[in-house]
């Protein structure tokens, strides 16, 4: 009798992982560019080096180029990054300013990149 217990839950167990195992996985197209990879290289301009330099130390351009901001909202960003960690000196803040809303102001055309999960 006990052993008949173990074999059905094992029968039922195994039965589970077989009925997982055909789920359909969710589709999507293959030639889509997989999550996560970098696509945007910033504009020529001054002031773009100075965003390398302090921006691209945790995230990359992506996270600038989608951005429709005005210099105000800019500031308070780049503010926010600075007590996250980023390091900009005083004098440079003007010409980094002025770069960032120049490029990616309320006008700025970015259209997002559709992507795939990795795995898919
Ligand atoms: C110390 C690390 C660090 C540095 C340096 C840094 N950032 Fe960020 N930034 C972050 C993190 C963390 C996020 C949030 C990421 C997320 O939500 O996926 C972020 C997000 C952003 C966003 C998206 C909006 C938001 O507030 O979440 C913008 C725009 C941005 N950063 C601009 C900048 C600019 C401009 C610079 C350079 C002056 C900069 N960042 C430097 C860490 C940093």
Redesign the pocket.
């Known amino acids: 009798m006990k052993r008949s217990i173990a074999t059905v839950f094992f029968v039922a167990l195994a039965g589970t992982f077989a009925l997982a195992g055909t789920k359909p996985r969710p589709r999507f197209d293959a030639r889509l560019p997989v999550l996560g990879t970098t696509f945007h290289s910033l504009p020529a301009g001054s002031g773009k080096g100075l ?1 390398e330099g ?2 691209f ?3 990359s351009a992506d ?2 180029v989608q ?1 429709r901001l005005t210099e105000k909202q800019w500031t308070a ?2 503010d ?2 600075i007590r ?5 000196k005083d004098p440079d803040k003007p010409a ?1 300013l002025a770069y ?1 809303a120049k490029h990616f102001g309320p006008e700025n055309k970015f259209a997002p990149i559709r992507t795939r999960p990795s795995g898919y």
């Open positions: 965003v302090s921006c130390r945790c995230h996270m600038l951005q960003e780049v926010k990054m996250w960690g980023a390091v900009v980094m960032l």
